[in-house]
C-alpha cells in the first residue's frame, strides 16, 4: 500500500486525493477475502460434515480414520477456513482501516493548514496508519517471542502473557508515532490525545479477547451452563447454548460503542478542527495494531486440531490425545477470539469507511449532510441491510449442507468401486475427494456471493428512481454493519461455546465421553460448526464488502 | 378510546391536542401486553417443558397423563400464552397505531386548513382510525360465519376462504371511510388515494399470511427439508432449520419496505400537504382491519392443542387422535400465522410511532429535523438499540428454564409426598402446580422486564450528557424495530417450521412415529418451543414498547 501510495505519487497526483484512488485495493481485498472465507468456510464444514457422515454414520469408521477418502480434504478444511479465511480476513479489515484512516487524514490536513504546513506534514499524516502498524507488527514479533509454557501451566496463560507483551509495545510506539507525525505546532495537546485513541483501541482487542474467553471457555458459567443442560438432552443443549449465543452480543456491543463515542470525543477535543473521526480512525489502528499475534494465535487453533488428528490415524496412546485434546479446547477459543477481534475491528473499520463514503458522495457534487433513518425509504434501506446479514448467513449455512452432499456422494463412489478401501487393502484416492470439495464449494458459495455484491447496487439503484439512492444505500451499509455484527457475535461465540461445553464433557463431567450428556454434546458441536466456522466469519467479511462496493459504485447511487 | 376522546373534549381541550395526551394509553397497553404476552409466553413454555421432562424422562409416563400433576398447568398455559398473550399483543399494536394515526391525523388537518375546514371534519380526520377499526369488526365477523369446511377438506383452505370474505369486506369498508371522512373539497383525488393505502395494508397482511404458511406449513419446501434433514440426526435438523429461519426474514421485509413506500407514495400525491405519513397509518389500519379475523385464527391453535390433550387423557381410539393431530397441525400454522401478522403491524405501528414521537420532540422544543445515523452517538444508539433486541431474547428464553425448574421440583415433591399419585390411586395437587408456575413465571419475567424498560431510559439519560438524547434514542427506537422485526420473525417462524417438521414425520415420512428421524424432529420441535412462544412474540411486544417509552419519557431526553 505504501508502494502504491509512491507510485501514485511519481506520476504527479496531489498527495491528499490519493488516498480515494486506492479505494479499488480495498474493494479487491474485500472481493478476495469474500473467497477465501466464505469458500473456505464452506470448504471445511462440508468436508467435516461429508467425511462424518459418510464415515462415521453410513460405514461405522471412527473421526479421522484413514479409510475415509475425505480426511485429508477434513484436515485441509481447517487450514483453509481458519488460517487462509481469517487472515484474507484480517487482512482485509487492514487494507480498510488503511484506506479509511488516509482518507480522513487528508480530510483532517485539509481542514488544519497551519498546523499541517508543508507537504511532509501533510504525506506524514496520511503515512501514520503505515507508520503505526509497522510499529505493531514489530510488538508482535516481540510479544510471540514471549510465549514459553511451563508443562503444567494452561497453555492459555502463555498466550494471554505473550498478548500482553504485544499489546504494551504496541501502545508505547502509538504514543511515538503520535509524538512524531501527529504533533502541529497549532495543537500541542493532540498527539497526546491521539495516543490515547490509539490505547483505547488496544484495549478495545484486549477487551474482546477477554469478553470472547469468558463466553467460550470452560471455566467460566455460560459454557458450564450449557454442558450442565446437556444432560437432559440435545434439545435443551442447544436452547441453553443459543440463549448463551444471543446473551454475547452485550457485552461487545458496550465495548465497540464506548469505543467509538470515547475515541470521536478525544480527537474533537485534541485542538484542531474536524478531528473527531481521525479520533476513531486512530482506536481503529489501534485495535488492529496487534493484528499480527492476534492471527499467530488463530493459527494455533487449526495445527492443534490436525495434530489431534494425526495421532488419532497413528494409533498413538490415550494419554497423547489427551493433551492434544487439552490443546485442541485452547485452540477452540483461540479461534472464537480471533473470531472477535476480527467483528470487532471490521465494526470499527466500516464505520470509518462510512465516512468515506460520505465524503466520496460529497466530492461527486451532491452533499449528504445527515443519514436520516426517520425518511421512509431511508427507513427501509437500514431494514433491508440489516435483512441482508439474515439471508446470507442462511444461503451460507445452505451452502454447507449442498456441498457436503457431494462429498458424500465421492466418499460412496470410492468405497463401491473400490471395496479393498474399506478392509484397509488399499489406498483411497484422498486428492480426488479434495478436488471435489473445491468444486462443491466453489459452486456453493454463488449464491451468497451474488447476494452480497448484487443487493447494495440493487438497492442503489431502486432507490435512485426516488432521488435517495445515495442516501439510502448509507443506511442501508450501516444498519447492515450493524446486523452484521450482532449475528457474527452470536454465530461465532455461540459455536465456541458448543464446542468447548463438549469439550467440557469431555474431561469427564456429567459422564464423560459416551454418555448421554456427551451426545448431546455432539449435536450442539455439530449445529455449532456451520455457524462458527462458515457463516459467522464470512459476515465480517460481508460488512467490510459492502462498504468497499458501495465506496467504488457510489457515482452510480447520486 | 373513543369514549376516552370524548371525555377529554368534554373537559375542554382542543380537538386536535388530544390524541398526545392519550399515549399514556398506549404505554398502559404496552405495559399489560409485556405482562401478558412474555409472562405468559414464559409460563407456558415453563409448564409444557417441566411436565415433559419429569413426567416424560424421570417417572415414564407418557405426555398429558392425569398422574402428572403439571399438566393442567400445561393445558392452561397454551390459553395463556397463545390467547390472552396474542390477544394483548394485538390489543397494543391496535392501541399503538390507532394513537399514531390520530397524532398524524391531527398533523395533516392542521397543515390543510383549507380542505378540513370546521371541527366537524377536524374530527373526522382524527376519528377516521376509530371509524375503519369498526367496519374491520363487522368483516371480520362475517368472514368467521364463512369458515365451513367439508369433512374430506383441508382445514386451511376453510379457514383461508374465510380470511378472504374478511378482506374484501374489510376493503369495500376502507373505500367507503375514505370517501365520507378523507374527502376534502380541496383535493378530490385524495378519498380513493387514501383507499388504496387500506387496500395495501390488507395485501400487506394477505402476504404476511401466506408467507409465514409457505414458511411454516408441511406441503412446501422449508419444512420439507428439516423433515428431509432429520433422517440424519438432531444437528442436521436445528441447522436446516436454523437456515430456514434466517432465510424466513427475506420476504417479510421486502413486503414492509414495499408497504411502507408504496403508501407513503400514495399519501404524498393525494393532493393534500405532508400527506405522505397519513398514509403510511392509513395502510397500517388496513393491515390491522382484519385483526379480530386473526385474533380468532389463532385461538383455533390452543383449541386443538388442548383437544388433543384431553382425548389424550380420556384414552380415545387412536383414529379420534389422528383427526386432532391434522387439526393440530394446522392449528401450528394459524398460530405462526398471526405471529407473522402480529410483527408486521407492530412494525408499521412502531413505524407511526417514530413520528409521533419526532412530533412530541418538536413540541418540546427542540426540533429534530433529522435522525442521523452518520453521527457516532447516534450509530451507537442504533447498535444499542439492535443489541437490547438480541439481549432481551437471551433473558426471555433463560426465563424459560429458570422457571421449568420449580415445575420440576414441585411435581417431584408431589410424587414423594404421595406415592399413590403415580400408581393413579390418588389425585394429584393440579391447582398447586398451576400456582408454582405462576409465581416462577413472574418471577423469571423480572429481569427481561427491566431491561426492556430501563435501558431505553438509560441511553436516553447517558446520551442527554452529550446533547444528543432525543435523537439517539430515535436511532435506538428505530434500528431496536429493525433488529425486532427480523428476529422475531427468524424466531416464530423457525419454531413453527420445526413443530411441523415432527408433524410432517409424524404422518408417517421418514419412518414415522418412533423412528429415528422422529426422535430429531422432537429435538427440533423442543428447541423451537421457547422460540416461538417466549421470545419471537415478546419481541412484538418490546417494539411498541420502546415507542410508547420513549414517547411518555421523551421530555426526559430532551
Not at 464452506?42 to 480414520?65: F, N
Not at 458459495?445 to 442503489?460: E, H, N, R
Request: charged share 15%; hydrophobic share 50%.
Amino acid at each position: 500500500m505504501g508502494g502504491l501510495y509512491f507510485v501514485l505519487g511519481l506520476f504527479g497526483f496531489p498527495a491528499t486525493k490519493i488516498p480515494l484512488m486506492i479505494v479499488g485495493y480495498g474493494f479487491g481485498a474485500s472481493f478476495v477475502a469474500l473467497f477465501a472465507q466464505l469458500g473456505g468456510g464452506i470448504y471445511t464444514k462440508a468436508a467435516d460434515v461429508g467425511a462424518d457422515l459418510v464415515g462415521k454414520v453410513e460405514a461405522g469408521i471412527p473421526e479421522d480414520d484413514p479409510r475415509n477418502p475425505a480426511v485429508i480434504a477434513d484436515l485441509v478444511g481447517d487450514n483453509v477456513g481458519d488460517c487462509a479465511g481469517r487472515g484474507a480476513d484480517l487482512f482485509e479489515s487492514t487494507a480498510a482501516e488503511n484506506i479509511g484512516a488516509m482518507i480522513l487524514g487528508a480530510t483532517l490536513a485539509h481542514f488544519n493548514p497551519a498546523g499541517f504546513a508543508g507537504a511532509q506534514a501533510v504525506v506524514g499524516v496520511m503515512l501514520f496508519p503505515l507508520v503505526v502498524r509497522a510499529f505493531g507488527l514489530v510488538a508482535s514479533i516481540v510479544g510471540i517471542l514471549m510465549v514459553r509454557a511451563r508443562e503444567d501451566e494452561d497453555p492459555m496463560h502463555a498466550l494471554n502473557r505473550g498478548y500482553m507483551w504485544t499489546a504494551g509495545l504496541a501502545a508505547a510506539g502509538f504514543a511515538f508515532g503520535t509524538w512524531w507525525l501527529l504533533n502541529p505546532p497549532t495543537a500541542p495537546a493532540a498527539w497526546w490525545h491521539f495516543a490515547l485513541c490509539g490505547v483505547i483501541g488496544i484495549a478495545t482487542s484486549i477487551a474482546f479477547v477477554y469478553i470472547t474467553q469468558y463466553y467460550t471457555e470452560y471455566r467460566y458459567r455460560p459454557v458450564k451452563s450449557i454442558a450442565a443442560a446437556s444432560v437432559t438432552g440435545p434439545a435443551t443443549n442447544i436452547i441453553a447454548g443459543f440463549a448463551v449465543a444471543l446473551e454475547c452480543t452485550a457485552l461487545p456491543t458496550f465495548t465497540i460503542g464506548a469505543a467509538i463515542i470515547a475515541s470521536y470525543k478525544l480527537g474533537a477535543s485534541s485542538g484542531l478542527e474536524h478531528a473527531g473521526l481521525f479520533g476513531t480512525a486512530v482506536a481503529t489502528m489501534g485495535m488492529l495494531g496487534t493484528a499480527a499475534y492476534i492471527l499467530a494465535m488463530d493459527t494455533f487453533g487449526p495445527i492443534t486440531d490436525n495434530a489431534g488428528g494425526v495421532i488419532e490415524r497413528s494409533h498413538q496412546p490415550d494419554a497423547i490425545r489427551r493433551r492434544t485434546d487439552r490443546l485442541d479446547a485452547v485452540g477452540n477459543t483461540t479461534k472464537a477470539l480471533t473470531k472477535g477481534y476480527a467483528i470487532g475491528s471490521a465494526a470499527l473499520a466500516a464505520f470509518l469507511l462510512f465516512s468515506a463514503y460520505l465524503d466520496e458522495v460529497a466530492a461527486l457534487g451532491s452533499p449528504l449532510t445527515a443519514v436520516d433513518i426517520s425518511k421512509p425509504e431511508v427507513f427501509v434501506g437500514g431494514l433491508l441491510g440489516a435483512m441482508l446479514v439474515f439471508w446470507f448467513s442462511a444461503l451460507a449455512i445452505s451452502a454447507v449442507t449442498k456441498a457436503a452432499v457431494s462429498v458424500i456422494q465421492e466418499v460412496r463412489r470410492q468405497f463401491q468401486a473400490d471395496p479393498g478401501i474399506l478392509k484397509g487393502t488399499s489406498k483411497p484416492d484422498y486428492g480426488k475427494a479434495v478436488d471435489i470439495v473445491t468444486i462443491g464449494a466453489l459452486k456453493a458459495m454463488v449464491p451468497p456471493g451474488l447476494l452480497a455484491v448484487g443487493m447494495p447496487i440493487a438497492v442503489g439503484l431502486f432507490f435512485k428512481l426516488f432521488h435517495v439512492g445515495a442516501e439510502t444505500v448509507a443506511a442501508f451499509l450501516m444498519v447492515g454493519t450493524i446486523g452484521g455484527i450482532l449475528l457474527a457475535t452470536l454465530l461465532n461465540n455461540g459455536g465456541g461455546a458448543w464446542d468447548n461445553a463438549k469439550k467440557f464433557i469431555e474431561t469427564g463431567e456429567y459422564g464423560g465421553k459416551g454418555s448421554f450428556a456427551h451426545k448431546a454434546g455432539v449435536v450442539g458441536d455439530t449445529v455449532g460448526d456451520p455457524f462458527k466456522d462458515t457463516a459467522g466469519p464470512s459476515l465480517h467479511v460481508l460488512i467490510k464488502l459492502l462498504s468497499t462496493v458501495t465506496l467504488v459504485l457510489a457515482p452510480l447511487f447520486v
